[in-house]
T-cell receptor, first 111, second 113 residues
Framework: RKEVEQDPGPFNVPEGATVAFNCTYSNSASQSFFWYRQDCRKEPKLLMSVYSSGNEDGRFTAQLNRASQYISLLIRDSKLSDSATYLCVVNHGGSQGNLIFGKGTKLSVKP | GAGVSQSPSNKVTEKGKDVELRCDPISGHTALYWYRQSLGQGLEFLIYFQGNSAPDKSGLPSDRFSAERTGGSVSTLTIQRTQQEDSAVYLC???????????FGPGTRLTVL
């Protein structure tokens, strides 16, 4: 099983739609979780950290399910500017600073 | 404020040559990371530095790769005797502490001919 797995997509949705991505991780000792977005040929940008109790930032909601070892990202009221690849990031269980990046889920929001 | 900067932005070299890539982290960030990303692939962790602790080098793919961080700030990633499979974008990131979200530089695109 890969350390961090994501559905590569693409997810093609209309503006205003709600879309959700899941990500599974293999190491139960992992403690830190993040979502990043990466635009084509650009560097990744931190979107949000993921906390145990779940957290929200505007139109974005992140949740963590430790028992099933997955995290999710929900985007409400999609905008054209949300089109990007969303990267799930989990720390390697034995090393806080060794972050494992998923290969990403591609989102395309259409007018 | 200034973000993470990297130089050069592009580097073309011949197989067998050595290259040095530089990263200037955000001022005050104690942690610095190096990754590489091949075309269409995910990020591959290489190494990270945290304060004065010994770096975690577990991601370096071979002994041709090494990195230093001088004075707790600027870092240099060195690749000796470059091979074509080393061609990738090398990304540097920094964070205030570990664990916390990382801020990435624009990357250095390395092409080995």
């Amino acid at each position: 099983r890969k350390e961090v797995e994501q559905d590569p997509g693409p997810f093609n949705v209309p503006e205003g739609a709600t879309v959700a991505f899941n990500c599974t991780y293999s190491n139960s000792a992992s403690q830190s979780f993040f979502w990043y977005r990466q635009d084509c040929r650009k560097e990744p940008k931190l979107l949000m950290s993921v906390y145990s109790s779940g957290n929200e930032d505007g139109r974005f909601t992140a949740q963590l399910n430790r028992a099933s070892q997955y995290i999710s990202l929900l985007i409400r009221d999609s905008k054209l500017s949300d089109s990007a690849t969303y990267l799930c990031v989990v720390n390697h269980g034995g090393s806080q600073g060794n972050l494992i990046f998923g290969k990403g889920t591609k989102l395309s929001v259409k007018p | 404020g200034a973000g993470v900067s990297q130089s050069p932005s592009n580097k073309v070299t011949e197989k067998g040559k050595d290259v040095e890539l530089r990263c200037d982290p955000i001022s005050g960030h104690t942690a610095l990371y190096w990754y590489r990303q091949s075309l269409g692939q995910g990020l591959e962790f290489l190494i990270y530095f945290q304060g004065n602790s010994a770096p975690d080098k577990s991601g370096l793919p071979s002994d041709r790769f090494s990195a230093e961080r001088t004075g707790g700030s600027v870092s240099t990633l060195t690749i000796q005797r470059t091979q074509q499979e080393d061609s990738a974008v090398y990304l540097c990131a920094s964070s205030l502490a570990i664990p916390s979200g990382q801020f990435f530089g624009p990357g250095t695109r390395l092409t080995v001919l």
